[in-house]
């Protein structure tokens, strides 16, 4: 079993950036894939990233790709979504998931684990 935790959202002007975190418990960390989603107010949970448990490829949602990177660091437990160029529309509720395997599953209810969400704010 794995607990994740994130960290690092707040309130960012448009064209601005973050980077959130998302530290995982247990030893078995390097098991697990990892990807990030989020959630905005009167919406269903979205794919934003995803990395292999190999971390030898990534994913991302169309409406991210080429300004958001995810990463992870095996050693310290945590994987990382920086966001760069920000967009109101950018604004939500961001949740780090873990599942057994080799990726993590694009449709939210298919995956193990979650933390309990970081909220971003991006202001125009």
């Known amino acids: 079993q794995v607990q994740l935790v994130e960290s690092g959202g707040g309130l960012v002007q448009a064209g601005g950036s973050l980077r959130l975190s998302c530290a995982a418990s247990g030893r078995t960390f390097s098991t697990y894939a990892l990807g990030w989603f989020r959630q905005a107010p009167g919406k269903e949970r979205e794919f934003v990233a995803r990395?292999?448990?190999?971390?030898?490829?990534?994913g991302y949602a169309d409406s991210v790709k080429g300004r958001f990177t995810i990463s992870r660091d095996n050693a310290k437990n945590t994987v990382y979504l920086q966001m760069n160029s920000l967009k109101p529309e950018d604004t939500a509720v961001y949740y780090c998931?873990?599942?057994?395997?080799?990726?993590?599953?694009?449709?939210?209810?298919?995956?193990?684990?979650w933390g309990q969400g970081t909220q971003v704010t991006v202001s125009s």
């Open positions: 998931a873990a599942k057994l395997g080799v990726v993590v599953s694009t449709i939210s209810d298919l995956n193990d684990y």
């Open positions: 990395m292999s448990r190999t971390a030898g490829s990534t």
